[in-house]
């Protein structure tokens, strides 16, 4: 058995997945390189889940039966774990979303519908990055569609970074938002927010940083960052599907207005006129998702348990391994950084002119879960003249034997196609 500087004790960690043990084709152990698109669930979440429904089961808020103040209780604790995790300065700044995509959109249509300062309107600028997942790119087409904006964005370097050569240019007075992604989800760059962010605040722009990919690999501190707004998604930090997070500064979620109307995000309502709540139950309209934020409370205590440090040193070593040994595989091309520095756990490559689901498609038959196609960044494709990747992310409990196999799948692909 390889081992590996910093690395976790994955043999023990991997007990708490139940679905690491799943055999597939020809008696194959899985082998789960997807972690970007979804990371597995452990058997504390999955429990936690499984006591929510059958004990606890109820709506939130309103009721006075015991049910409904259990859940309420579990759903609201939810909140403080999330808060404490991304070291939030208060509970409130924490908002409940079904996922990242919808925390993205709804910062787009308050400030579609804000009033002054914070208002986009034809007179202003959105700027975004070439990188961009799709959701964190369309909302802001459809603003600036909608309002007149006018849409900007970084571009990249040939080795899968931002170009910031031009920020003064890009980001200017008429910008009213900077909307990134903190680690990229094809090429895995982990970018330089510190430069953004102060060209923002010199120029009085907000900043909204997509952090989906970073929120399960590493240390999130809000207040360090110093954004506006920070989005990510439970589904990929163990948690359950269809719970997603924003934070936002208090201020700004006090003047901003919902986007959202419903049940619960009201104060007062007459046939004439409404008055909100306040943050977060403001952005938080209808019966919310109650038992998957029970559960990403649940990831975030397994997660903090582990350490986030930990976890992060993990996969660096990991990430690092898989480098150097993909690197060894003749015609494989790794897009973004070629070095396990300023990167996260996932390596998008191409197979010489093998088409990427081909490769995909012989890897699952030897049991190899990896994603294929654009990954919802296309623009990131046809920067580099390619028309899709072979992504492969690993976890906290992804181990250099699963690399290991991972290479001698690409080994047999290239044979299998000659």
């Known amino acids: 058995m390889i081992q590996l500087p910093g690395l976790l004790d994955t043999e023990a960690i991997r007990k708490d997945f139940p679905i690491l043990d799943r055999v597939l084709h020809d008696d194959r152990k899985l082998v789960y390189l997807d972690n970007a698109a979804t990371s597995q669930t452990p058997r504390q979440v999955i429990d936690v889940l499984s006591e929510y429904y059958e004990q606890h089961n109820a709506n939130v808020h309103r009721g006075v039966h015991v049910l409904a103040e259990e859940a309420t209780a579990l759903y609201e604790g939810a909140r403080d774990k999330v808060a404490a995790f991304v070291n939030a300065p208060s509970r409130d700044e924490v908002i409940f979303t079904k996922n990242a995509s919808e925390s993205l959109n709804l910062v787009a249509n308050m400030l579609g519908w804000a009033d002054e300062p914070y208002r986009v309107d034809r007179d202003t600028e959105i700027v975004i990055t070439e990188m961009e997942h799709h959701s964190n790119i369309v909302p ?93 998604t439970g589904h990929k930090m163990c948690g359950p599907t269809g719970i997603g997070v924003l934070w936002g500064r208090q ?154 196999a991972l290479v001698e799948g690409l080994e047999h692909v290239r044979n299998f196609f000659g």
Not at 175 to 203: C, D, Y
Not at 271 to 298: D, N, R
Request: proline letters at 6%; aromatic letters at 6%.
């Open 140 to 232: 802001w087409q459809l603003l600036s569609q909608r309002t007149g904006a006018k849409l900007k964005w970084f571009g990249l370097t040939d080795d899968g970074r931002l170009d910031l050569s031009n920020i003064e240019e890009v980001i200017t007075e008429k910008t009213k938002i900077v909307s990134f992604v903190l680690v990229s989800n094809i090429l895995g760059t982990l970018n330089p927010v510190e430069a953004i962010v102060r060209r923002a605040q010199e120029v009085g722009a907000l900043v909204l940083i997509d952090a989906s990919q970073a929120a399960p690999h590493m240390v999130l501190d809000v207040q360090a960052l110093q954004a506006d707004f920070v989005a990510f």
């Open 251 to 404: 201020e700004l979620l006090e003047d901003l207005p919902p986007f959202l109307g419903g049940g619960e995000m009201i104060e007062t309502v007459s046939m004439s006129s409404s008055t909100y709540a306040p943050a977060p139950h403001k952005f938080e309209a209808g019966t919310p998702p109650i038992a998957q934020a029970v559960g990403l409370g649940a990831a975030v205590d397994y997660l903090a348990s582990i350490g986030m440090e930990n976890i992060a040193r993990h996969e660096h070593a990991i990430t690092e391994y898989a480098i150097k040994r993909l690197t060894e595989v003749p015609d494989l091309r790794i897009i973004g950084p070629a070095t396990a520095e300023d990167r996260g756990a996932a390596i998008s490559f191409t197979l010489g002119d093998i088409h990427p689901h081909d490769v995909g498609q012989v890897l699952d038959e030897q049991g190899i879960a990896v994603r294929v196609g654009h990954h919802c960044a296309r623009p990131v494709c046809l920067r580099y003249g390619i028309p899709a990747t072979t992504r492969a992310s690993f976890y906290l409990y992804s181990t250099p034997a699963e690399v290991d």
